[in-house]
């Protein structure tokens, strides 16, 4: 995959739109303010690198799921009030995205400068790839850079419509850190490699894992979708989570798969799905009927341990247990754990979006992994195989 990056390319004076991913939570009640601020400190480098370079840097992002509308609750004003003290330029905000006022403001900025425009998601042509909206975008600056690979898989105006306009474009730091690493997964990892994939269903996940078989030497499966593979070997799984449409292709993977595919081989249990109902660790074979299953239990823990210390790359996508219930979160904490210290003797560990992100920084785990992908979906969609609308645009 050959794309440019902000250092292959001159931006000094230059107005530079930048998309990022700047999807951020907030309090569910006014004022609005951010709750986790990770995907805006995770630009910073790319935005200071480009305003260090003397660029006129205009800044794109959507926020929620507005319906094609302005709604206070999805404004980037919060965006905007936190950016501030976060870098040391001038930062102003738009209250719109595209027009004659945006455009004024575009074109009055100065080198390193900031402009922050209002939520790309309040006009409908966003999500629509509308093109027209696209090139009213484009005409806001000179040079395109991604670095939003959290909405890399999304065919939008300002991911994919936007590119047709520009001359020049090219990735952030950000979005280039996660296609060498995620990248790296699927062309050449260092061996043994072993994919770690959790989560509640197999359905989310069948791609991912039909893709891993491909390239990983080991795929160990955690989750909720243990049940419909432990079934699938005619086992019984009592009150557990059953996709009983999937549990055909759950047999097919593990005969296709033979030794490649490792299933636990014990569970926790409960009675009932709260974090004070009564459990009780049980071998896979014997869940009783009137019990679910609810984490992996020691001795997987032990099994998958082992797998990750003698491993020289290692991919995580998808919690071990209920890990929001402190009681179910063990699994997933051991594997967190067990991936830290794969880290520290050299291992490539990357923790692939989602639920397990949220796992590894539960934990106070983030910086002891190789790499945390900050896309969910998209980085999904990438160890699918699939070619992703916002990673195609840059290539050249």
Same mark, same amino acid.
């Given at each position: 995959?050959?794309?440019?990056?902000?250092?292959?390319?001159?931006?000094?004076?230059?107005?530079?739109?930048?998309?990022?991913?700047?999807?951020?939570?907030?309090?569910?009640?006014?004022?609005?303010?951010?709750?986790?601020?990770?995907?805006?400190?995770?630009?910073?480098?790319?935005?200071?690198?480009?305003?260090?370079?003397?660029?006129?840097?205009?800044?794109?992002?959507?926020?929620?799921?507005?319906?094609?509308?302005?709604?206070?609750?999805?404004?980037?004003?919060?965006?905007?009030?936190?950016?501030?003290?976060?870098?040391?330029?001038?930062?102003?905000?738009?209250?719109?995205?595209?027009?004659?006022?945006?455009?004024?403001?575009?074109?009055?900025?100065?080198?390193?400068?900031?402009?922050?425009?209002?939520?790309?998601?309040?006009?409908? +042509?966003?999500?629509?790839?509308?093109?027209?909206? !696209?090139?009213?975008?484009?005409?806001?600056?000179?040079?395109?850079?991604?670095?939003?690979?959290?909405?890399?898989?999304?065919?939008?105006?300002?991911? +994919?419509?936007?590119?047709?306009?520009?001359?020049?474009?090219?990735?952030?730091?950000?979005?280039?850190?996660?296609?060498?690493?995620?990248?790296?997964?699927?062309?050449?990892?260092?061996?043994?490699?072993?994919?770690?994939?959790?989560?509640?269903?197999?359905?989310?996940?069948?791609?991912?894992?039909?893709?891993?078989?491909?390239?990983?030497?080991?795929?160990?499966?955690?989750?909720?979708?243990?049940?419909?593979?432990?079934?699938?070997?005619?086992?019984?799984?009592?009150?557990?989570?059953?996709?009983?449409?999937?549990?055909?292709?759950?047999?097919?993977?593990?005969?296709?798969?033979?030794?490649?595919?490792? =299933?636990?081989?014990?569970?926790?249990?409960?009675?009932?799905?709260?974090?004070?109902?009564?459990?009780?660790?049980?071998?896979?074979?014997? =869940?009783?009927?009137?019990?679910?299953?609810?984490?992996?239990?020691?001795?997987?823990?032990?099994?998958?341990?082992?797998?990750?210390?003698?491993?020289?790359?290692?991919?995580?996508?998808?919690?071990?247990?209920?890990?929001?219930?402190?009681?179910?979160?063990?699994?997933?904490?051991?594997?967190?754990?067990?991936?830290?210290?794969?880290?520290?003797?050299?291992?490539?560990?990357?923790?692939?979006?989602?639920?397990?992100?949220?796992?590894?920084?539960?934990?106070?785990? !983030?910086?002891?992994?190789?790499?945390?992908?900050?896309?969910?979906?998209?980085?999904?969609?990438?160890?699918?195989?699939?070619?992703?609308?916002?990673?195609?645009?840059?290539? +050249?």
């Amino acid at each position: 995959m050959k794309y440019k990056t902000i250092d292959d390319i001159d931006v000094t004076n230059k107005r530079v739109f930048l998309r990022v991913d700047f999807n951020v939570p907030l309090t569910k009640e006014a004022p609005y303010t951010i709750t986790d601020d990770t995907r805006i400190r995770a630009a910073l480098p790319t935005i200071e690198a480009l305003i260090k370079r003397g660029a006129k840097l205009i800044v794109a992002s959507h926020l929620g799921r507005p319906k094609g509308a302005p709604e206070e609750k999805y404004s980037l004003n919060p965006v905007f009030e936190h950016l501030k003290q976060l870098v040391k330029s001038n930062v102003t905000f738009a209250n719109d995205c595209i027009g004659p006022d945006v455009e004024k403001h575009a074109d009055a900025l100065k080198p390193g400068e900031i402009l922050l425009l209002e939520n790309l998601r309040f006009h409908p +042509e966003e999500e629509k790839n509308d093109p027209s909206f !696209a090139q009213l975008l484009a005409k806001l600056a000179d040079v395109y850079v991604d670095d939003a690979f959290g909405a890399a898989h999304r065919a939008h105006a300002s991911i +994919e419509g936007i590119t047709h306009f520009m001359k020049v474009k090219a990735a952030g730091y950000l979005m280039d850190k996660e296609l060498k690493y995620l990248g790296g997964l699927l062309t050449n990892p260092a061996r043994p490699f072993i994919a770690i994939i959790g989560g509640a269903k197999i359905s989310g996940k069948i791609d991912v894992i039909q893709s891993l078989l491909n390239h990983a030497d080991k795929v160990l499966i955690g989750g909720g979708m243990t049940y419909t593979f432990l079934k699938a070997q005619g086992l019984e799984i009592g009150k557990s989570l059953v996709e009983e449409d999937k549990v055909e292709l759950a047999k097919s993977l593990l005969d296709r798969s033979q030794c490649h595919l490792v =299933i636990p081989v014990d569970s926790v249990v409960a009675r009932e799905f709260k974090n004070d109902a009564e459990y009780k660790t049980v071998s896979a074979v014997t =869940i009783p009927s009137d019990w679910m299953g609810v984490d992996i239990g020691p001795e997987t823990i032990k099994l998958f341990t082992k797998e990750i210390e003698g491993a020289k790359t290692i991919v995580w996508n998808g919690p071990m247990g209920v890990f929001e219930m402190p009681n179910f979160a063990t699994g997933t904490l051991a594997i967190a754990n067990a991936m830290a210290s794969a880290t520290a003797n050299g291992a490539t560990t990357v923790v692939g979006g989602g639920d397990s992100v949220a796992a590894v920084e539960q934990a106070g785990l !983030a910086d002891k992994m190789s790499h945390v992908s900050t896309g969910g979906g998209a980085s999904l969609e990438f160890l699918e195989g699939k070619v992703l609308p916002g990673v195609k645009t840059l290539e +050249e």
